[in-house]
């Protein structure tokens, strides 16, 4: 009888333990599904590579609070982006994700200059950004097909590009940071603002440097007033413009408001109407977003985009000041990589080599 007891207690026990087991692998399949990216989008935004696993000295700092970061790499401008991001990564302690744009032809480039470099330990995500989601949407000049740059629409699909977080930043690839982007992450937004961005006006940049900038910062220099569409929208004329180079986006009110398919329907419009200023202040993607965002986005700290260092090759700052900006951006014809605008030295500190370069030097 007591040997009776003892085997019926031997199996509970390992019913038990059976059912923990499975218990176990049951959770661990459900946060592996939880955090499983998706293998493609309505849009053609396709996931080609991740390095899932936290940086130890993340771990040991027991920071888990995970930093979306978005930016676009173009082939041209690859060593761009990855100077923006290697700056980003060495001057946080939080654990960042970079989402990498990119198309098609750049993405084993791409892969190279990551796994080959000390940025090896990023963590990343490649999209690889179909531009026939542009179709009907962007007017091409058949004589300057090669000017129409895709990628930098990318900042218009930020819930397809990052579909399961609250909130992203975004990052042109031609900025530099010099401080621990948690601050910018951190940017207060206003209830119903998808967005936050630096306004021109109210800039620091501004302020210190910029003078005679005329209709530069106002609505006026990115929408054709004389239209009817425009004048409809009863937006004044000289109201500050923003930067869209730099801004941080709440994608759950970015869903809920539709301003994807809000900017979609302005572009479209500007393809049949010709909405946009025939003389143009910025990048044709900032008059959508104008539009969009007309008094209803949040501001950030200014000194998160001190810009226009690549307007001129000459300085516009003093060594104090870009010492001080937490973020420097040469937008702009004058880019740090070419070596013609102001502190590009600054830019050159955070670069690093493309290492198939010197594959190819050593095999010739």
Sequence with gaps: MTLRKVNISILIVAVVIFLLVLHHNFLSLSDFLKRELSDSSPLGLQPIDFIPAAPQ???????????????????????????????????????????????????????????????????????????????????????????FKPLTFARFYLPNLVPHAEKVIYVDDDVIVQDDILELYNTPLKPGHAAAFSDDCDSTTSKVAVRGAGNQYNYIGFLDYKKETIRKLAMKANTCSFNPGVFVANLTEWKLQNITKQLEKWMALNVLEELYSKTLAGSITTPPLLIVFYKQHSSIDPMWNVRHLGSSAGKRYSPQFVKAAKLLHWNGHFKPWGRTASYAEVWEKWYVPDPTEQMTACSS
């Design 57 to 147: 000295r993340l771990i040991d700092e027991r920071n888990d609070k995970e930093i979306s970061v978005v930016i676009a790499a173009s082939d041209e401008r690859l060593g761009g982006a990855i100077a923006a991001m290697n700056s980003i990564y060495h001057h946080t302690r939080s654990n960042v994700v970079f989402h990498i744009v990119t198309l098609n032809d750049t993405v084993d480039h791409l892969r190279l200059w990551l796994s080959g470099t000390a940025l090896k330990n990023m963590r990343y995500r490649i999209l690889d950004f179909d531009p026939r989601v542009l179709e009907g949407k962007v007017q091409v000049d058949p004589q300057k097909a090669d000017t």
